[in-house]
């Protein structure tokens, strides 16, 4: 047992040899994955793909209080809506724990850290606090903790008398830790600021200081991309490395996400978690092109980046130092955009989702009318925000059972000679030959001269009486995607409803 700290040299820490950059992304399974941790592992995702290196998936499952094992499928989910896929992994820390229970103890032996039996004080923070209950009594974060200096009889006594014990990282009392951080520069802490911060529980599991570092060691992690809310963690972990006789990755902290109070973004700016926007209809392209620049700059005024962009323009020396402010309406115009740029063909999938989940997809439209689904569902995109509104204000396209809007009734449906031209409408279209663009608009517009109306009157009553809106794409556009036979037969119907 160990008398009056004294540091001594630990053997050296197994690390990779690694030629490329090798990153990971290490959620808690505490919550989803929202919308901060997404970005980050946007992140460093792009930068794996950018430098051809790897990117490692690890879950940090130790918090046993606080874990939820069923959210770590949705964060895995999450990643997969997103594309961000893994090339190592997922490795869980609730697996691994004897590495870190032999770290602690090689740190204890070579003098690094030391037996703490505190119970009835605690200090400040989550991280520094073993065993400490609510109420007790606090004494500050950078204080030494009295079990530092207890002599070898005293710690033998206290293990003989069942006494619990924590292990503590020793930090220095004498000196600067400095690190170099690929977004903020260098960086420096004083060690009388660090306090003696805890390694393993006296439960046996490791506190997130010891299982990040170990892991990244053995993982040989080249670069730590983590949210700036980390820094402070940081000079704890280069001790750590040091102790452990490992050279420290480059550390690269992201500036934060807040909501547009600038506040910190949570549950009342919205929706956080990624699953809710993936709900919602957003894309997946548009939802990463939003992320990345929540932080990063191409270098350039460029907004709409597909993901090769993205891979091929991505590096740390762009990331800001300046938070980063989510705006909602910025989102849905990004999502707007790849709607209607999206390659069809790669459009088609997530339109066929949504149609499926609303019951109204049909198989046809994967194969003999496949044509037919692509052609629609171009007329559609450019007024779509959403994936839902294919499903919502464009239902009447993909199914006949659709209501009347009552403002567009009320104000396009007034005149008592609608149902009478609704009519004679449905008449002069059912005798056309060519079902196409210009025959529609000559035989809409000659009923309309016919009668002495003007066109606009008939235009806007048989839009709401095809599709049951004032507002859908050009109405001789809808016809032809429509069909002769639906077209006709929604006019008829339409007659006795404008009546009513």
Same mark, same amino acid.
């Given at each position: ?325 989510? $705006?909602?309406?910025?989102? /849905? &115009? *990004? ?7 999206? +390659?069809?063909?790669? =459009? %088609? #999938? ?15 439209? $994967?194969?003999?009318?496949? /044509? &037919? *689904? ?7 995109? +450019?007024?779509?925000? =959403? %994936? #839902? ?15 009347? $809007? ?5 104000? *396009? ?11 004679? =409408? ?75």
């Amino acid at each position: 047992m160990m008398g009056v700290f004294q540091p001594r040299a630990v053997r050296p820490f197994t690390m990779a040899l690694v030629s490329k950059p090798r990153v990971r992304f290490a959620p808690s399974p505490t919550g989803y994955l929202h919308v901060g941790g997404a970005r980050t592992a946007l992140f460093n995702w792009l930068f794996a793909r950018h430098e051809g290196g790897t990117f490692i998936l690890r879950v940090e499952d130790t918090d046993v209080e606080r874990n939820r094992p069923e959210l770590v499928e949705g964060i895995l989910q999450g990643l997969r809506w997103l594309s961000v896929a893994w090339d190592e992994g997922p490795y869980f820390q609730s697996q691994r724990l004897d590495r870190y229970r032999n770290a602690a103890e090689d740190l204890l032996k070579s003098g690094f850290a030391f037996l703490c039996f505190c119970q009835a004080v605690q200090y400040a923070g989550a991280d520094a606090t073993p065993e400490g209950e609510e109420g007790t009594e606090k004494i500050a974060r950078t204080a030494p903790c009295p079990c530092r200096d207890l002599t070898s009889a005293q710690r033998e006594q206290k293990i003989c008398e069942g006494a619990p014990y924590a292990i503590r990282f020793a930090a220095p009392r004498e000196g600067v830790t400095r690190f170099e951080d690929a977004v903020f520069g260098q960086r420096e802490v004083q060690n009388v600021e660090i306090e003696d911060f805890v390694l393993l529980r006296s439960s046996g599991l490791p506190t997130y200081q010891l299982g990040a570092v170990v892991d990244d060691v053995a993982m040989g992690i080249t670069h730590v991309i983590r949210g700036a809310d980390h820094l402070s963690n940081t000079p704890k972990q280069v001790l750590l490395y040091r102790a452990l006789s490992a050279t420290p990755p480059i550390f690269a902290h992201v500036p934060l996400i807040l909501g547009p109070d600038r506040t910190r973004l949570s549950k009342r700016h919205g929706a956080t978690s990624v699953s809710l926007y993936a709900d919602e209809g957003f894309l997946p392209e548009a939802f990463r092109n939003f992320l990345a620049l929540l932080g990063w700059s191409p270098g350039g005024d460029e907004e709409f980046l597909p993901t090769s962009e993205l891979i091929s323009r991505f590096t740390l020396s762009g990331v800001s130092r300046t938070n980063g402010v989510f $705006d909602r309406a910025k989102l /849905e &115009w *990004f999502n707007s955009q790849y709607l209607q740029k999206l +390659p069809i063909d790669g =459009l %088609l #999938p997530y339109v066929k989702t949504e149609l499926r989940r609303s019951g109204l997809w049909r198989a046809q439209w $994967d194969d003999s009318e496949r /044509e &037919w *689904f692509a052609r629609t569902v171009d007329l559609l995109r +450019p007024r779509t925000r =959403l %994936l #839902p509104d294919f499903s919502h204000w464009a239902r009447a396209f993909f199914s006949d059972d659709f209501g009347y $809007d009552p403002d567009a009734r009320a104000k *396009f449906w007034k005149d008592p000679k609608v149902p009478e031209l609704l009519s004679k =409408l449905a008449d002069a279209l059912d005798a056309l030959v060519e079902w196409s663009h210009d025959p529609c608009d000559h035989a809409l517009r000659a009923l309309a001269a016919a009668e002495g109306v003007k066109a606009g009157l008939l235009i806007n009553a048989t839009r709401v009486a095809i599709v049951g809106r004032a507002v859908a794409p050009p109405l001789f556009e809808t016809m032809v995607v429509l069909g002769k036979s639906r077209v006709v037969s929604r006019l008829r119907r339409a007659v006795p409803a404008v009546a009513a």
